[in-house]
């Protein structure tokens, strides 16, 4: 029990705020991120794989948080609810995003764009790294970054070239 002990402790400090992040990016609600972090970590642990690398074993963490994401979108449950505030018919001021504005900007793109912006410019992955993540082909995800980032000047009204 101890090692299972120490085995949480270390998925928990090293992944907690990237899974959070993720879920967060994907979802764009604090309490449903926190439920994709719990539920990723208890899988790393129930799975109980060991890894070659930290680069894999952190893919691997990405990996499951993007299909937890997309699994908990198409969830029943998720598509029938409706935000409290909604419920309450009161004023309720929502915080902010941490990362202010354009991660507001980032969240409201269509998933793919979303997804590898978020992993090359928010988690600092190579355009070959997040082909391999995704499971997509190296082209695929920088057209998806050329055009996510076209869609964000877009979105702040803007025709910077960058």
């Known amino acids: 029990m101890e ?3 120490r085995r ?4 928990v400090d090293r992944y907690s705020g990237l899974l959070l992040r993720i879920g967060y990016t994907w979802l764009g609600d604090l309490d449903d991120a926190q439920d994709i972090c719990q539920t990723v970590l208890i899988k790393a642990l129930e799975d109980g794989r060991t890894f070659p690398n930290s ?6 963490m990405i990996r499951a948080a993007v299909n937890a994401c997309k699994n908990w979108r198409r969830s029943a449950w998720f598509r029938r609810r409706a935000p409290l505030e909604e419920g309450l018919c009161l004023p309720v001021e929502m915080p902010e995003a941490e990362d202010g504005a354009l991660l507001e900007l980032v969240q409201r793109l269509p998933p793919h764009y979303r997804e590898a912006i978020f992993l090359r410019y928010y988690e600092g992955y190579e355009v070959r790294e ?4 995704l499971g997509r082909s190296p082209a695929l995800v920088s057209t ?5 980032k076209e869609k ?11």
């Open 130 to 133: 997040i082909a391999n993540i």
């Open 152 to 162: 964000l000047r877009a979105m702040l009204g803007g025709d910077r070239n960058g």
């Open 55 to 60: 680069g894999q074993e952190r893919a691997w």
């Open 8 to 11: 949480a402790r270390y998925l």
């Open 3 to 5: 090692e299972q002990e």
């Open 144 to 148: 998806h970054l050329k055009r996510g």
